[in-house]
């Protein structure tokens, strides 16, 4: 499937086979910025994940019989096929989720980037030689794969995201079933399709498209052995929470933020108001990165608050095709409802608003476009309290606090931990000392310094603490989550000695 989707519901793609599953619905890929529909695809029941799983579990002893560097091989020939094709995959993501070109193009980017880490990690030392307390034993940590792993991902990186899941999951020998978003299935079918290409062999890697009762039967399965989920913290908790207790299953879940940055009285004024907006407004404040909260010192704050609020009143919301947006248009309808309730939620409980293009004017929305779901920035001002439910619940929208602070970076640390979550944030300061106590007490997975706290790269571990993380399910710390580890101990001599000065009589 190229730029032209065509008129066919597109399918499954199970065992090596494109099938149109058992269920008798069908779901339509839209896109975001002129409502108009992309493509139709099959919608998966739980019978097709039956399927889909049967294919995984029957493919798993071959696969796992290979080496790491032949299975890397598959994953080579993915990695050329996104270089060559980056620009028209860029649009796809674009016209399909949303955002503008050229993070349309950085998603495509991040996917042959994890992809050129997992394959490249097959040549690379895969445990450890340990010392043993015994002159006469080798002693070893070994990984093999778990088996079968299934991949449940989200739309905001219809790309990168399903290969920070698969590419490791893949090369450790483990085979796969997939759930792509439901808002982006495009993206999926194209995926499975470059899978199909590389001739990855039956029921290695198995797609399944569809909604969150897809997503859970595949989660629930006790055939699968590990789950990695990215997406919405309500969904990765229920995950998390059954996941854990089954006995030797896992889940590695990646969920939201409400994220933030330190803007201390020592900050460079110009760095601290291009990371804010990066961080607020870039891919319309829909990452799990994005930032929701800007804690500025007392001294800097009128003149960072005039900059700040002079740039969200400007920035250009637009078709996310041209290269001059900044900002494309929220997922999907219900998206905007909600952004929508954020916003009202900040007014009633006291916010100053600053800046409000919710609702953009009409002279602002491209021809061609009114059925867009426009949103524009909404930023204000509050005085910090720990009760205010705004400063905690992730909106995942251009929707952004300014909160003024004074005394010293152990006061910014206070309002920037007080959240929930724990997913990124950065400190802006040219003080080395403020931003080594923010790297040591920020409580969250990814901190930055001078920086907008999103654009993790993939050799990275990504992930959170509190209610943002449960383990990693991308990117090197991957790793951990698909491969068992094997405590592997070996006698060199005729006799038994025992380790702890254990009496080997008998
Ligand atoms: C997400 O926010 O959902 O760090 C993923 C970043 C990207 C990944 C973001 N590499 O901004």
């Not at 097709?48 to 579990?57: K, S």
């Not at 001002?381 to 439910?389: A, F, S």
């Amino acid at each position: 499937m190229s730029q032209q989707t065509g008129t066919q519901t597109h399918q499954h793609y199970i065992a090596g086979e494109w099938t149109d599953g058992t269920g008798s619905e069908t779901f339509e890929s839209e896109n975001p910025a002129t409502g108009e529909t992309l493509a139709e695809f099959h919608r998966g029941t739980e019978d097709d994940v039956d399927a889909a799983l049967e294919a995984a579990e029957d493919a798993f002893e071959e696969w796992r019989e290979l080496s790491y560097i032949d299975r890397a091989e598959y994953l080579w020939d993915i990695y050329h096929e996104l270089r060559e094709r980056h620009e028209e995959l860029g649009g796809i993501v674009s016209k399909e989720c949303g955002k503008e070109i050229s993070e349309g193009k950085a998603d495509v980017t991040e996917a042959w980037h994890m992809v050129e880490w997992a394959a490249g990690n097959a040549r690379h030392p895969h445990g450890d030689v340990v010392p043993s307390e015994v002159g006469s034993k080798d002693a070893y940590m070994r990984r093999k794969p778990r088996g079968v792993i299934g991949c449940i991902t989200p739309w905001n990186f219809p790309v990168a995201i399903p290969f920070w899941h698969m590419a490791i999951a893949l090369v450790e020998g483990n085979t796969v079933v997939w759930k792509p978003a439901e808002q982006t299935p495009w993206c999926g079918q194209i995926i499975a399709e470059m899978m199909e290409d590389a001739g990855i062999p039956d029921g290695v890697f198995n797609m399944v498209q569809g909604f969150g009762d897809a997503g859970a039967a595949i989660s629930d399965d006790s055939r699968v052995d590990t789950v990695l989920f990215t997406g919405s913290a309500e969904v990765g908790h229920e995950i998390a929470s059954k996941v854990g207790g089954e006995p030797g299953k896992l889940a590695a879940c990646e969920m939201g933020g409400k994220n933030g940055i330190v803007i201390t009285e020592e900050a460079d004024l110009d760095i601290a108001v291009h990371s804010a907006v990066m961080s607020s407004f870039k891919t319309t404040g829909q990452r799990c990165v994005s930032s929701e909260r800007l804690i500025v010192h007392e001294d800097i704050y009128d003149e960072f608050k005039q900059r700040f609020v002079d740039i969200a009143e400007d920035i250009a919301v637009g078709d996310p095709l041209e290269e001059d947006t900044f900002m494309g248009p929220a997922i999907e309808g219900d998206h905007v409802e909600k952004i929508r309730k954020h916003n009202e939620l900040a007014r009633e409980e006291g916010a100053n608003v600053l800046v409000d293009r919710f609702e953009l004017a009409e002279d602002e929305i491209p021809d061609g476009h009114a059925e867009g779901n426009w949103v524009g920035p909404f930023v204000y001002e509050i005085d910090y309290d720990t009760d205010l439910r705004c400063l905690k619940e992730e909106c995942f929208g251009p929707h952004v606090a300014l909160l003024e602070y004074s005394g010293d970076i152990e006061r910014a640390l206070e309002i920037h931990n007080d959240t929930p979550y724990g997913l990124a944030g950065a400190v802006i300061s040219e003080d080395y000392r403020q931003i080594n106590y923010f790297r040591d007490h920020a409580d969250i997975g990814l901190a930055y310094a001078n920086l907008p706290c999103i654009g993790a790269e993939v050799q990275l571990p990504f992930g959170g603490v509190k209610k943002s993380g449960n383990g990693y399910p991308s990117a090197r710390e991957a790793i951990e989550a698909v491969t068992e580890r094997t405590a592997w101990t070996m006698n060199n001599s005729k006799e038994i000695e025992m380790a702890q000065g254990l009496s080997a009589d008998i």
